[in-house]
């Protein structure tokens, strides 16, 4: 059974770092891309970023391009998502979410419970 | 990258059909087949109902499919019942390896 577990969430200050992981099982971890995607208070999915199955390509939506990193460990079967400089629109529900494939599609097959991320002084 | 637009909500009485749509531009929706649609409950994790525009993964209902005209993707659920009161949410590739969803759209069976 395919399982995707977050952690990592929480509060924290305007300025301030947060790390995500997200701790797979029951597939080939290694073959897939990962993605965080995340949901605001009130509102839709935002896709945030993605990694391809090797960890060698990351990819991010421009809201947090420079801010927030993606990596992955395959010998762990964890994707983690690295925060910084958090600002009040970054609080949300985050999701890692497999994809059907190797590169970032947004064919996400698998999706994690979620973690909360709150951002405020 | 701007998100695609969804309606906010739809309505549909039992066994009737609801057709939610999703508008995207040349860039995204209009360009790549890529387009997929998931099912959302309130604090569950989102389902994924429809892939490549019209394909349906194993065990989701043939009552639900999807398709594609320009830039705009549909999703039609046949049949309604009341376990599909959901929130649905399309998604697209948008291209150099990014992704974008819709709003989100609210799902009411009467």
């Known amino acids: 059974e395919v399982q995707l577990l977050e952690s990592g969430g929480g509060l924290v200050q305007p300025g301030g770092s947060l790390r995500l992981s997200c701790a797979a099982s029951?597939?080939?971890?290694?073959?897939?891309?990962m993605s965080w995607v995340r949901q605001a208070p009130g509102k839709g999915l935002e896709w945030v970023a993605g990694i391809f199955d090797s960890g060698a390509n990351t990819f991010y939506a421009d809201s947090v391009k420079g801010r927030f990193s993606i990596s992955r460990d395959n010998s762990k079967n964890t994707v983690y998502l690295q925060m910084n400089s958090l600002r009040a629109e970054d609080t949300a529900v985050y999701y890692c979410a497999k994809d059907f494939v190797s590169t970032v599609r947004g064919k996400h097959d698998y999706w994690g419970q979620g973690t909360l991320v709150t951002v405020s002084s | 990258q701007s998100a695609l637009t969804q309606p906010r909500s739809v309505s549909g009485s039992p066994g009737q059909s609801v057709t939610i749509s999703c508008t995207g531009t040349s860039s995204d929706v209009g360009t790549y087949n890529y387009v997929s649609w998931y099912q959302h409950y309130p604090g569950k994790a989102p389902k994924i109902m429809i892939y490549?525009?019209?394909k349906r993964p194993s065990g989701v209902p043939d009552r639900f499919s999807g398709s594609k005209s320009g830039n705009t993707a549909s999703l039609t659920i046949s049949g309604l019942q009341a376990e599909d009161e959901a929130d649905y949410f399309c998604c697209s590739y948008a291209g150099r390896y990014t992704v974008l969803f819709g709003g989100g759209t609210k799902l009411t069976v009467l």
């Open positions: 029951g597939f080939t971890f290694s073959n897939y891309a």
């Open positions: 490549d525009v019209s």
